[in-house]
Every structure is written in C-alpha cells, then in structure tokens.
C-alpha cells in the first residue's frame, strides 16, 4: 500500500540462528500476510459467503416453487374389521397398492402471507384379492390458502432480511479491519520486544566498557570500591535485563508469526522490524466520521433491525392472540376410471372452500399478558438502542481526538528520543574523563532507554488508534473512500 512510508532501522536479533537469514518485513508487509494467509481472514470470508447464501435462501422462498410429491409405492397386506349388518365384527383380508403423484407449482403472497398454487394428481389403486385397477385424477387445479387475521412473517422479513443481510456483509468488513488492527498489535509488540532487546545488548556491552574502564580507574585511585561494585551491579542487571529480553522478543515472534500465518521456512527465520515513524497526512472531521459510521457499521445498520424486530413482535402477540381464520379454495378439474385414460375424458368440476378459524374467548388474562410483554420489550429495546447510539457516537468522537493527539505525541517522544541518546553520549563521554559520577550516569542511561522506548510505544498507540478508526467507520481517511 501507497499510504505507508517507513524509516528502516537496524534491529537486528541477537545470536541468529542457523536455520536461515534475517527476514526484514514493514508493518505494511505483514498487514498483507495477515489478510492474505491469516485464520480470522480466511475466517472472515467464510462469513462473507455464509451470509450470502443465507439471504439467496431467503429470496428463494418468494419465487415460483415447483415439487413433485409423490407416495409411491404403498402397498398394504392386512386383516381390517368391518362391522356387519348385525353389529358383529368380521375381520376381511385386504391386499391393495395405494399410490399418488402430484406436480405442484406454488407462490408465495408476501403482502397478504397466502399461498397461490396450481397442481397436477395421478392417483392409482390396485386391489389384488379383486384383481382390479382403479384410476382417479386432477388434470388441473388451481388453490389458495390464504391465513386471515393472523400475523404475516414474510411482510416482516422482507423489511428485516435484507438489514441481517447488510449487516452481516458489514461485520465481515470489520472481522477484516479487526486482523489488520490486531495484526498492528502484534507487530509492535515484537517491535518493543525487539527494541528493548537492542537496548539490552547496547547496556550489557556499554556496562561491561565502562566497568573495565572503572577498574583502570580504581587502580589511579580516581574511583571508589563502592562506586566500582555498583558498576559491577550494573553489568549483572544488564546480563539479566538481555536474558529477559531475548525470551520476550522470541515470544513475541512466535505470536507474530502465528497470526500472519508465516509457515514453513518462513517459520524457522528471524524477524527484523521496520519503524513506520512517516506517519499518514490525516485531517479527519468528527462530523464525517460519524456520518461514515452510521453509513457503514454494522452496528448503526443492527439499530434499525432491532427496532424492526421488536415493533414485528408486538405486531405478533397482538394478532396471535386474536382472532385467528384461514381460508382454503380452490378449482380444478377431476375424474376417475378403471383405465388411465379415463382420467381425461370429460373431467368433471372440482371445487372446495372451507373457512377454518379459532377465537379465544377466555385466556384469563394470557393474551393481554402476552401483548403487554412485547410492549414493554419494544420500549426496553428502543431504550437501549438510544443509549446505544449515544455511546457509538461518543465512541467515534473519542476516537477521532485520540488519533489528533497521538500524533502530536509522536512527535514530542520522537523529539525526547534524539535528546536522551544525545545526553547519554554526553554522560557516557564525561564518565571516561573522570567529570561525572556512577549515579549520575546510572540516570541517563535510565533516561535514554525510556525515551526511545516511550517513542515506539507512542508509535505503538497512533496506528492502533489509526486502524481502530478505520474499524469503527469502515472509512479509509487517507484515500477518502468507503473500505470495501
């Protein structure tokens, strides 16, 4: 990527091993390793696709529906009672084949929540102990069942799929951003890992000079026992801090390189680091990043959805509980023959309709319980959904601040880098003249080492701030595009 302009330094790792040479990468190499090769990316796609599938499904279900149902065979062999004139019961052996096809062509009514249906049937019965054949048929017949008062799902989901749909097209976005924000924390966890490393070795060798230096001293007489042994102190602190160092620094490796995915040979090699100090020309206005962020999150389009859903279970309590009626009708055309044939011979009119309904009458309360439930879940819900929205915007808003004032960090740390190694140099160059005392070198060394490391952590800080803002707007700021 255009946007990253980094500054090499040489953060070598102490004691390269045999396995292979030092792999120098920037921060932007590994953000494309970790998209590229990475199980949150890979896992991130697979999102993708599921829920595309998913709603494909959904959409499915309001285009013509073709099915062939069928029993076939379904043969009995059995002894069944049949009552007598008398009253008696005689048991008669019956050996018959039962089977039916049927070719139906249906399509859901989303506004009303019926179904429209056009149908072919073959039906065939074979009596085996008689040893005759029976055909019964429907050339054609057209049906509807059409529910009445009664909630409609698909109104519902027509209105709320495609949000879930969006919605998760958007999470998948940020599952993406998010590899690429945790990337950037790994890779400055190695980066300080790899600078206090460089700072460990720079103290052993450094305490190691000056000690012999000091021994050299004593033997004039320009320098104390005490003085001496605090020197020697140092050398062992310093053994210990590089101990220290290098296991941390092969931690962070590891991590690095698990999450990015490196593998195989790139396993076995030492990482070196490069310092992304060039840092992006941002201006962000809060107002922009708000409006991107209810444009793109998947949190602003999840506001909607929740709202949506709880005003589709009120909805549903309400007519649930109600009068309830479903209305089934349908024309065609049937007839029946002891050969195939006959089916479609002057067929005969088939018509039927039937109105089946239920209406609660005592519930003892249950019906308006179950409303007054959904009522108080809708005001909970948009409640929550308000205070949710505050908190995103103040997120946003924090956000944004944030990035402006790491910036303005990065600087004054960069600046406190150049002066503590400069008066280290300093201090380390009237120490060997014998013009500055043990303690007063202990204190800028000790200086030096946290300016340079309070300058990677501001470093640190800003791109984490700079990814995190990209996650909670799915904005690229620098190219002024939406993140797709």
């Known amino acids: 990527m255009n946007r990253f302009y980094f500054l090499f330094l040489g953060l070598w790792l102490a004691g390269e091993t045999s396995f292979g040479q030092t792999q120098n990468i920037t921060l932007n190499e590994v953000l494309q390793l970790a998209q590229n090769q990475s199980v949150a990316a890979k896992r991130a796609s697979t999102q993708l696709r599921t829920n595309y599938w998913q709603y494909r499904s959904f959409l499915a279900q ?4 073709l099915s062939l149902d069928g029993t076939l065979p379904n043969f009995t062999r059995s002894y069944i009672q049949v009552i007598q ?4 019961i005689q048991f008669e052996p019956v050996s018959y084949n039962n089977s039916t096809l049927t070719l139906s062509l249906s399509q859901s009514i989303a506004p009303t929540g019926g179904t429209v249906f056009v149908q072919k049937q073959l039906q065939r019965f074979d009596n085996f102990i008689q040893g005759n054949t029976l055909y019964n048929g429907i050339p054609f017949g057209i049906g509807l069942n ?27 976005l940020e599952a993406r951003e998010q590899v690429s924000l945790s990337a950037t924390t790994l890779y400055f966890d190695l980066l300080v890992a790899q600078v206090n490393l460089q700072i ?35 050398v062992l602190n310093a053994e210990k801090d590089l101990a220290s160092a290098r296991q941390t620094e092969a931690v962070a490796t590891l991590r690095l390189k698990s999450f990015a995915g490196m593998r195989d040979t790139a396993q076995l090699q030492p990482l070196r680091l490069a310092i ?9 206005n809060v107002r922009q990043a708000l409006d991107e962020a209810v444009a793109n999150r998947s949190s602003a389009i999840g506001f909607r959805r929740r709202l949506l859903e709880a005003e589709r279970d009120l909805e549903k309590a309400r007519k649930n509980n109600g009068l309830n009626a479903t209305l ?33 009458i005592m519930t003892w309360g249950r019906a308006q319980a179950l409303v007054e439930t959904a009522k108080a879940n809708r ?22 601040t944030l990035l402006q004032m790491l910036r303005q960090q990065v600087t004054l ?7 503590g190694q400069s008066r280290y140099q300093i201090a380390q160059d009237r120490f060997k003249l014998g013009d500055l005392s043990v303690t007063d070198l202990g204190i800028a060394t000790q200086e030096k080492d946290r300016a340079r490391r309070d300058a990677i952590i501001a470093l640190r800080d800003y791109w984490q701030a700079f990814y995190t803002l990209r996650l909670l707007t799915l904005y690229d700021f620098e190219t002024n595009q939406k993140i797709k």
Do not use: C
Request: net charge negative; glycine share 4%; aromatic share 8%.
């Open 62 to 65: 309001f285009r013509p529906q």
């Open 85 to 88: 004139p008398d009253g008696n």
């Open 146 to 172: 059409q529910p009445l008062f009664q909630f409609n799902p698909m109104r519902w989901d027509r209105k709320i799929q495609p949000l879930l749909y969006t919605e998760g097209n958007q999470q998948s």
């Open 200 to 234: 460990a070795e720079t103290n052993r060798v450094n305490n190691d000079t000056l000690y012999h230096i000091a021994l050299h001293k004593l033997d004039l007489g320009k320098i104390s026992q005490n003085d001496l042994l605090q020197l020697q102190l140092s």
């Open 276 to 284: 992304p100090n060039q840092l992006p020309m941002l201006t962000v």
């Open 328 to 360: 089934v009708a349908g024309y065609g055309l049937s007839n029946q023959g002891p050969n195939l044939g006959d089916v479609y011979v002057r067929p005969q009119n088939r018509e039927y309709v039937s109105l089946q309904f239920t209406l609660p």
């Open 379 to 400: 005001e909970l819900t948009q409640q929550t959904v308000e205070q949710d929205k505050l908190t995103f915007e103040q997120e946003i808003f924090t956000q944004v």
């Open 413 to 419: 740390t960069e600046k406190a880098d150049q002066i």
